[in-house]
């Protein structure tokens, strides 16, 4: 079984920045597909970032050059830094984890039904 908590949620401004971690239990990081997700009032859930293995990352379109996702494997925990923050960022993120060692692009799935493991999540708010 893998855990998986996140934290650095919080409120910012507009242009403002926010780094998330998800620490990772149960299994070493370095054997995961690990991503990022978010979920708007409202909406489904979305994938942001996943990252692979060997540390290979993909982005969805409405976030590439702005956020940059990583993971220290020493720490077993995963990294989302988001700058530039627009309020359409605002939302629930969540990580999850694919038991998976992997590399390549279609290691890095954005859907959120190929992710078996999951956080709880965290609240990004981003205000005008």
């Known amino acids: 079984q893998v855990q998986l908590v996140e934290s650095g949620g919080g409120s910012v401004q507009a242009g403002g920045s926010l780094r998330l971690s998800c620490a990772a239990s149960?299994?070493?990081?370095?054997?995961?597909?690990v991503g990022w997700f978010r979920q708007a009032p409202g909406k489904g859930r979305e994938g942001v970032a996943v990252i692979d293995s060997v540390g290979t990352a993909s982005y969805a379109d409405s976030v590439k050059g702005r956020f940059t996702v990583s993971k220290d494997n020493a720490k077993n925990t995963l990294y989302l830094q988001m700058n530039s923050l627009k309020p359409e960022d605002t939302g629930q993120y969540y990580c999850?984890?694919?038991?998976?060692?992997?590399?390549?692009?279609?290691?890095?799935?954005?859907?959120?039904?190929?992710?078996?493991?999951w956080g709880q999540g965290t609240q990004v708010t981003v205000s005008s």
């Open positions: 999850a984890a694919i038991v998976r060692y992997c590399d390549g692009p279609w290691c890095r799935p954005l859907r959120e039904d190929e992710y078996p493991y």
């Open positions: 149960g299994y070493i990081i370095s054997r995961l597909v």
